[in-house]
C-alpha cells in the first residue's frame, strides 16, 4: 500500500508541474523549486528519498513482473524530483542511503556475520550527531565567519538556540504536543528577534522535547533502539531491510525538519507496526 502511494504521488507531482505550474513549482528568491502536490520543496524532496528506498527495494521482489518495472522506473523518477526540488537536505541524505543501501547488500550476499557490529555503530553515530547538532553546533557555527556564506543553515541555527533556551524553562513535560510553536506569544517574540516566521523547530528531536520534555524524548528513543533491535535479525527479509534503511533515513532527517511524530511519518509508523504483528504471529 505504502508503495502504491509514492507511485501515484510521483505521477501527480510530475503531472502539476507541467500542467499547472503555479501549485506545483515554490518561487524562492527569484527561483522556480519544484513542490508537487505537497506545500513546500523540502516536504517533497523528504518523501521523494522515502519513496526511491522504498520503490527501489520493492522493485527487487517484483523483477520478473510488469510491477517490478513499475517500481523501479518510479523509484529513479522520485530521484529526480529530489534533485529537482534542490532540497540541500534531501540531496545529502538521499546520497548517503543510497550508499548505506548497496552497502547492506553486498553484506547479505556475504552472509551477513557483522550486523549487530554495524548496528551499534549506526545507533551511536545518529546519537553523537544528535547531540552535536541540538546544542556545540549552535556555538560553532556561530562563532566561524567565512566571507558572506550561510553558515546557519537556512536561519536553523537561530530556531535551535530560540528552542533550546525555552526548553530549559520546561524540560521534563515540555509545552503540549504542537502547542509551542502554535502558541502566538512565542512566534512574536521569535519574529522581534530574527525578523521571520517558523512554524516548527527544524528539529525532530527538539520538537519532540518541546512536546513532550525529556520523558516523552526517552520513550520514544526508546521504542525506535526496540524496533531496531527487533527489526535487525530479520535483514535478510526485503520488507524488514526496507524499514530499517527507512527508518534510519528519517531519524537522520529528522536533524534538520520536524517529522519525527507528525503526518509525513504516521502512514510509515502504521507500516513498521503491521510487519512487526505479523512477525509476532509467525
Not at 34 to 50: A, D, E, F, P
Not at 192 to 200: E, N, P
Not at 220 to 233: D, G, P, R, S, V
Request: charged share 15%; aromatic share 18%; net charge positive.
Amino acid at each position: 500500500m505504502l508503495s502504491k502511494y509514492f507511485v501515484l504521488s510521483i505521477f501527480f507531482c510530475i503531472i502539476i508541474a507541467f500542467f499547472i505550474p503555479q501549485l506545483g513549482l515554490q518561487y524562492y528568491e527569484g527561483e522556480k523549486l519544484l513542490r508537487g502536490v505537497y506545500n513546500h520543496k523540502n516536504i517533497l524532496g523528504r518523501n521523494m528519498v522515502l519513496a526511491s528506498i522504498i520503490l527501489l527495494n520493492f522493485s527487487y521482489n517484483y523483477s520478473k513482473y510488469w510491477l517490478g518495472k513499475l517500481y523501479k522506473i518510479s523509484g529513479y523518477l522520485a530521484i529526480v524530483l529530489v534533485i529537482c526540488s534542490k532540497s540541500f537536505t534531501s540531496i545529502i541524505l538521499l546520497s548517503l542511503f543510497i550508499i548505506l543501501n548497496r552497502f547492506i547488500k553486498v553484506k547479505r550476499k556475504k552472509k551477513w556475520r557483522f550486523n549487530k557490529i554495524i548496528y551499534g555503530a549506526i545507533i551511536l553515530a545518529n546519537t553523537l550527531i544528535c547531540i552535536i547538532s541540538t546544542s556545540n553546533i549552535v556555538s560553532i557555527l556561530e562563532s566561524i565567519k567565512v566571507g558572506s556564506k550561510d553558515l546557519t543553515f537556512s536561519g536553523r541555527i537561530f530556531i535551535w538556540k530560540f528552542s533550546l533556551e525555552y526548553i530549559k524553562q520546561k524540560p521534563f513535560l515540555g509545552y503540549g504536543l504542537n502547542a509551542f510553536w502554535s502558541y502566538i506569544n512565542y512566534k512574536k517574540t521569535f519574529f522581534s528577534l530574527y525578523g521571520f516566521s517558523v512554524s516548527h523547530s527544524h528539529n525532530g528531536y527538539i520538537n519532540l522535547i518541546l512536546d513532550g520534555g525529556i520523558i516523552m524524548f526517552a520513550l520514544i528513543m526508546l521504542l525506535i533502539i526496540k524496533i531496531m533491535e527487533f527489526y535487525k535479525n530479520k535483514i535478510s527479509d526485503l520488507y524488514s531491510l526496507t524499514i530499517v534503511i527507512s527508518l534510519g533515513y528519517i531519524l537522520s532527517e529528522n536533524l534538520f525538519e520536524s517529522c519525527l511524530v507528525n503526518s509525513s511519518t504516521y502512514i510509515f509508523w502504521v507500516v513498521i507496526s503491521y510487519y512487526y504483528c505479523l512477525y509476532k504471529e509467525e
